[in-house]
């Protein structure tokens, strides 16, 4: 019977104790990462054949925001050009035996920004993320799958970094 009473008390505890979370969090202005709002009506995006980065912010742009992508860069309010996007993986760490045992994988990606008047073009910018990886010559097909996580991870990020750097600007 004392059992069943303590684990009571402790579920009413714990129910209390989230709900006291939840208004603290909630009250401070914490509030899940949403889509960069762009202050562009239209958007023209600029990136190399087969880009699975180009793929992803196109894709954001047209879920997430209000803002409609065109096909002719003279109708756009504002430009995003994808100059390069490169993958590269280095070996930084070897074993015993010489053989590799860890990566870094980069992504870089070279980007121009023009939005406002006429010809008002941001310097080209390059971005780069890296991601460290560990390998074993036992596991090499599930480290090919966490290789292609973390590149997509860093798309991931990445869209996020241009987007937000395209709602800073102003029309």
């Given at each position: 019977m004392a059992a069943r009473r303590d684990s009571g008390?402790?579920?009413?505890?714990?129910?209390a104790l989230g709900g006291t979370t939840a208004l603290v969090a909630s009250g401070c202005g914490f509030a899940l990462r949403r889509a960069a709002a762009l202050p562009?009506?239209?958007?023209?995006?600029s990136a190399p054949a087969h880009s699975e980065l180009g793929d992803e912010i196109r894709r954001t742009v047209l879920e997430s925001t209000a803002t409609r992508l065109?096909?002719?860069?003279?109708?756009?309010?504002?430009r995003l050009e994808i100059v390069a996007?490169?993958?590269?993986?280095?070996?930084?760490?070897?074993?015993a035996s010489g053989r590799p045992r860890e990566y870094q994988l980069r992504l870089r990606v070279g980007f121009r920004i023009a939005a406002g008047a006429p010809g008002e073009v941001t310097a080209p910018t390059e971005l780069v993320l890296h991601r460290d990886m560990t390998t074993?010559?036992?596991q090499l097909l599930s480290k090919e799958q966490e290789e292609?996580?973390?590149?997509?991870?860093?798309?991931?990020?990445?869209t996020g970094q241009l987007l937000r750097r395209l709602a800073a600007l102003r029309p």
């Open positions: 008390r402790r579920r009413l505890l714990l129910a562009f009506d239209t958007l023209y995006l065109v096909s002719d860069p003279a109708r756009a309010a504002a996007e490169t993958r590269e993986k280095e070996v930084v760490g070897f074993s074993t010559d036992v292609e996580l973390l590149y997509h991870d860093m798309q991931s990020d990445l």
